[in-house]
């Protein structure tokens, strides 16, 4: 079959489960029938008796053999091949629709089928079928499924599946065997893409008097993924890829800059989505590492430091453009999925040697599913940080106008205890398509009544010094969602979110996020039009990015898609990552007892 690999490309499949996992979406029946059965698809033994076209239609009358009746049929679509086939006295298996026609039984468009008593499996792919029946029959065989791991109950479901023998064996499978088949070949696929490459250097440096200096004690998770990485870097035949993933505020800051001192001495680079980050993270940088370590920040404008001789590089994309950024045996990347695919690896590049490559660790405020972080840490490791320094004391509440009056006192109360508030609209300026109030519409008000208000929008030039000025001396700052990004504002103790049920839940999250950062009391307030919103009445009670995002999986498999925030979920037809933890679980487990 020379064009199979143009059809597996057709098909978007790249293993053997895959096509397996193609299954059958219908089956045809083509046992013959014993009576006539409006509504249904039957097959009969059938000789033609009478020849009849009018109108451009042919009307071939049946005798059904085995009956002993007569049956009319009617084909709209007629060419010359029908008036062969269907000549009187000629002899058929018929398969078609019956229907009744003025209380007269009738078949429509009867086919003449050549095997009968088999269960026919039909596949509706982007391939014709008998393409796909081909592949199928070639590929699909009980030792290729065998030789692909699969257990003897796995293998005769599958065969059942693609080549029945009886309507038992396509109506009694069980749906939990697919699922486990489905979760095993992702992970298969998985680990197949993982490629290992030498590291460019052995890292080991003493991190105990940076830990010891530490202003706080480190958190059991950041003390885990430390040890985590230091065992990581300290490998030399296999550069690693790491990624911890920790919600907003979970200090991954102090994980990063631990990590500066395993490389030291040598070099590393950390590279930060915003010049903002950059900057926070630069000012912790030189207020928690050693004295000894040269630091560097390299932003397009206004660096610091001479990143030529810095042992610890930070800085913004600006270092993808610079073309005399020193080698580095570790480089890092805060906030990771702000950056495209295709930027993370030209930092990678930049300090590979060929084949040999730095250490590479990437940190995200994004929880995923833990189920989904099971499978992927097949292919990257994953480090998961799931508590915060400070508990976290948040309410989370619905509200909408009727509240209003009770929101008002309680952000007036916030601002006289010198906390900020954060006020999020859905957009800048006034739109008819929306029903909530603009920045534009809303600013009038919070001005009039309220001191030190600051305006900033995502397509703000001026928002990163917004932020900055807010930080210091503001009250009540009114935005879009821009303040996603991760900027630190302690003292921010009350956010409302207006339009929230406009919004998915990561979004939600990360918003929610930026409020009681050090543990003070706070306030996150869903206002919206449409109280009862289970969505929104779910969010209010949990606080873990990893709930979170186990939430919204469910929501989004009901259907419940709102914004281009979402990750581009993975797709499958039967497991459900929201319910299966343990069979991804056990799919992990038959995979490892393979190698
Ligand atoms: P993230 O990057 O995960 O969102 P940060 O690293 O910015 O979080 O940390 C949030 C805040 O918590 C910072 O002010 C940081 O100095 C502080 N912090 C980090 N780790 C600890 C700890 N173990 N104990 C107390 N405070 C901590
Ligand atoms: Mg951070």
Not at 193 to 207: E, R, T, W, Y
Not at 243 to 252: P, Q, Y
Not at 517 to 536: A, E, I, M, Q
Request: contains cysteine.
């Amino acid at each position: 079959m020379q064009e199979a690999k143009i059809l597996f490309e057709k098909l978007k499949i790249v293993s053997l489960l895959d096509l397996a996992l193609i299954t059958p979406s219908s089956y045809s029946n083509n046992s013959l029938s014993n009576e006539l059965i409006v509504g249904e698809v039957q097959t009969f033994q059938a000789e033609v008796i009478n020849v009849n076209s009018n109108g451009g239609r042919m009307y071939v009358v049946f005798n059904l053999q085995k009956l002993d009746i007569e049956l009319k049929s009617v084909f709209f679509k007629v060419s010359a091949y029908h008036y062969d086939t269907f000549k009187i006295g000629t002899r058929h298996y018929i398969q078609g629709k019956i229907t009744s026609f003025r209380g007269d039984m009738q078949m429509i468009q009867p086919k003449s089928i050549q095997n009968i008593g088999e269960i026919v499996p039909k596949y509706s792919t982007s391939i014709k079928d008998y393409q796909i029946k081909e592949l199928i029959k070639f590929y699909i065989t009980e030792e290729n499924l065998y030789n692909e791991g699969l257990n003897r109950d796995e293998v005769s479901l599958l065969m059942k599946l693609h080549y029945p023998k009886s309507l038992e064996d396509i109506n009694s499978y069980n749906i939990e065997t697919l699922k486990f088949i489905e979760a095993f070949n992702h992970l298969k696929k998985l680990k197949g893409k993982k490629v290992n490459f030498p590291a460019l250097k052995s890292l080991d440096g003493n991190i105990e008097d940076f830990i010891k200096n530490l202003p706080f004690r480190l958190t059991k998770d950041q003390d885990r993924v430390i040890g985590e990485i230091q065992k990581d870097l300290k490998n030399k035949d296999k550069a690693v890829k790491r990624i911890v993933i920790g919600d907003v505020g979970s200090g991954k800051t102090i994980i990063i800059l631990a990590s500066a001192v395993m490389a030291y001495p040598h070099k590393s680079i950390l590279m930060a989505p915003t010049s903002l980050l950059a900057m926070q993270i630069y000012e912790e940088a030189t207020k928690f590492l050693p004295k000894y370590m040269k630091i560097a920040l390299v932003k397009q404008r206004d660096s610091k430091g001479d990143y030529l001789s810095a042992d610890f590089i930070i800085g913004t994309h600006a270092l993808l453009y610079k073309d005399d950024i020193p080698t580095a045996p570790l480089i890092m990347v805060d906030e990771q999925h702000r950056f495209g695919t295709k930027q993370r690896a030209k930092l990678e590049q930049i300090v590979a040697k060929g084949k040999v490559k730095p250490h590479f660790l990437q940190f995200s405020a994004t929880p995923i599913p833990r189920t989904q972080a099971m499978m992927e840490s097949e292919l990257i490791d994953m480090s998961l940080i799931t508590t915060t320094p400070f508990k976290k004391d948040i309410t989370t509440e619905v509200i909408d106008r009727s509240d209003f009056s009770r929101l008002f006192k309680e952000i007036q109360s916030e601002i006289s205890k010198n906390n900020q508030v954060l006020i999020v609209y859905p957009l800048v300026e006034e739109s008819y398509s929306i029903a909530y109030q603009s920045i534009d519409e809303g600013r009038g008000f919070w001005e009039k009544r309220f001191k030190n208000v600051f305006v900033t929008h995502g397509k703000d030039r001026r928002k990163e010094e917004v932020l900055v000025e807010f930080r210091e001396k503001g009250d009540i700052l009114l935005s879009t969602t821009v303040i996603e990004v991760g900027i630190s504002l302690p003292r921010l103790t009350l956010i409302v979110i207006v339009g929230a049920e406009r919004l998915g839940l990561a979004t939600l999250h990360q918003l929610r996020g930026r409020v009681g950062r050090l543990g003070l009391k706070s306030w996150c307030y869903l206002f919206t039009n449409d109280k009862s919103n289970n969505r929104l009445q779910s969010f209010c009670k949990t606080l873990s990015g990893f709930e979170i995002a186990k939430l919204d999986l469910k929501y989004r498999k009901s259907g419940d898609i709102l914004d281009g925030t979402i990750q581009s979920g993975l797709q499958f037809k039967w497991l459900d990552l929201a319910e299966d933890e343990e069979i991804v679980k056990l799919a992990k487990d038959r995979l490892h007892s393979l190698i």
